[in-house]
């Protein structure tokens, strides 16, 4: 078994490394974001006149829906993120779209980390806010610019099959 294992790393180290690149980044930017704010004790910081950072705590899922106080609500949104990860995977590596590695790697980064917050915290730690004039887009962080990348890749490459592998 620590053959197959082993052989696996060796195949999808490309893969790997690139997944972990994305995740440590996520990683990285939420702690450096969190030490900043609470240090500075700051809620939020304007860059300019279209975009914030802002902490907001995240305890729902995509949008902040159907929000889960208790720690229970949150390992069960954790146990739910597991098995739609588990099957967007293996929808993914049975199909024979020709971005399917890539659109893994950033589903499945942005959605592990974003587990990880909720272990950590019971909450998904959000910062990225957009706001011009009177429009106001929803608060975010990276692991969703992950997801959100990682499907809409998918989706174009159903939407255009000639971008599928050839036989």
Same mark, same amino acid.
């Given at each position: 078994?620590? %053959?197959?294992? &082993? ?6 180290? %490309? ?29 939020? &910081? ?12 995240? %305890? ?35 199909? =024979? ?19 990880? =917050? ?7 730690? =959000? ?37 599928? %592998?050839?036989?």
């Amino acid at each position: 078994m620590n %053959k197959n294992i &082993f052989r696996l790393l060796g195949e999808y180290k %490309k893969e790997i490394a690139i997944f972990s690149g994305l995740f440590t980044i996520d990683r990285l930017v939420k702690v450096f974001l969190l030490n900043f704010l609470q240090e500075n004790q700051l809620n939020s &910081f304007r860059l300019n006149n279209f975009f914030e950072v802002t902490l907001v705590w995240n %305890k729902g899922v995509s949008y902040g829906l159907f929000p889960q106080q208790s720690y229970v609500g949150q390992l069960i949104i954790i146990f739910f993120s597991l098995i739609i990860c588990v099957w967007i995977a293996k929808f993914i590596t049975n199909s =024979d779209i020709r971005y399917r590695s890539i659109t893994l790697i950033l589903i499945l980064a942005g959605a592990s980390s974003n587990m990880i =917050d909720r272990l950590i915290y019971g909450a998904v730690a =959000d910062f990225f806010h957009f706001e011009i004039a009177t429009y106001s887009w929803y608060v975010f962080n990276i692991a969703d610019i992950y997801i959100v990348s990682g499907l809409l890749i998918l989706i174009y490459a159903f939407i255009y099959p000639n971008i599928k %592998k050839s036989p």
